[in-house]
């Protein structure tokens, strides 16, 4: 496992190649999947470990991927929380009992993951032990910040209004991200206890808020979350829209940056700093694109880098359920092929 293509990116150590997986890899855009979803609830399959291990391992095998990720999702959380969830279709999830004021903050039970969500754990357990032994399996989480907005909003939003609203109330806010961030750092931590030898905090909304207001109040969260996880474990820092604040960004501590499709991976480097590896950054609609353009898109990316190490390839944000499989293995390939020609 230490000789792992993925891991030995992580230290920005020399690879063969550059390794790469995909954000939503087990997704609706494998038939699989979807013959699943047809008998079983999206809640129902992500608590039965057989299930999350037969769709994990699926996903890995038949793309070629260098590492693979446990089905699983960042509101699961919530739910342990007893905030009530739901993933209505064509709506995607909500929260039912939201976060508003400062009752609400204090009712926020400080629960043990390793209790509340053991299925999760149990299934990268089970996950763990079906993988091939050098494929390394990551776990994850949501950021403070995202897992925050989603509680107070009740599900996705566009402007964040009654978030940014609670942020400019101190009183509600740090206790409400202080308990979150406990709370993920247990989560995180027992995942890599039961088995995943990487894990990603994804900061899905970070993008909506300006430098200053992530500096000021979301910053101070992250960077306790990543710094407190299990020492030599790589921690991969994902978020959309963060390239005017990068800088700070990267700055939360984390060994791996992941960037969206909206940045330049050469710059979005730069402005990290090479003493970091970088994930990204494929647009997911390129992947609908017929195989030579991807070709293009794909070579495009691993020309700007040219060869450094700490590169690991993935897409902008998850694959598109429209995306047609053939090219996602396609993609696995080129990415092997072109960056092996390249190093």
């Known amino acids: 496992m230490n000789e792992s293509i993925f891991l030995k ?40 470990k057989d299930l999350v291990t037969e769709i994990t391992v699926h996903a890995q095998e038949t793309i070629h991927a260098d590492a693979a990720i446990i089905f699983s999702d960042i509101l699961l959380l919530a739910e342990s929380f007893g905030l009530g969830l739901e993933y209505l279709k064509g709506d995607g999830p909500t929260i039912k009992k939201v976060i508003r004021n400062k009752k609400d903050v204090r009712d926020l039970p400080d629960i043990d993951p390793r209790d509340s969500l053991s299925y999760v754990l149990q299934a990268i357990r089970q996950t763990r032990g079906s993988l091939k032994p050098a494929i390394p399996l990551l776990g994850f989480a949501g950021a403070p910040f995202t897992l925050a907005s989603y509680l107070i909003e009740g599900g996705a939003s566009e402007r964040f209004l009654k978030t940014k609203k609670m942020m400019g109330v101190s009183r509600l806010w740090n206790p409400l991200m202080e308990k979150i961030t406990r709370v993920t750092i247990h989560y995180l931590n027992a995942q890599i206890e039961a088995g995943v030898q990487a ?30 996880i299990t020492s030599g474990v790589p921690v991969i820092h994902f978020g959309t829209g963060t390239g005017k604040f990068l800088e700070s960004f990267a700055g939360a501590g984390s060994s791996v940056v992941g960037v969206d499709h909206h940045l330049r991976l050469d710059r979005a480097w730069q402005k990290i700093g090479y003493q970091k590896a970088i994930q990204g950054n494929l647009d997911p609609k390129a992947l609908l694109l017929p195989i030579p353009r991807i070709r293009k898109e794909v070579k495009k990316i691993l020309d700007s880098v040219k060869g450094r190490q700490g590169h690991i390839f993935n897409l902008g944000h998850g694959v598109l359920p429209q995306t047609p499989v053939e090219n996602v293995i396609a993609l696995v390939d080129m990415v092997h092929e072109l960056s092996s020609s390249e190093l």
């Open 199 to 228: 894990v990603q905090v994804f900061d899905t909304w970070a993008g909506c808020l300006s430098g200053g207001e992530y500096k000021r109040n979301v910053l101070p969260y992250s960077r306790q979350l990543i710094t407190s």
């Open 9 to 48: 990116a992580c230290r920005l150590e020399k690879t063969p190649y550059t390794p790469v997986w995909l954000m939503r890899q087990a997704g609706r855009y494998m038939k699989e999947y979807r013959q699943i979803r047809e008998k079983t609830s999206f809640l129902e399959l992500c608590k039965d």
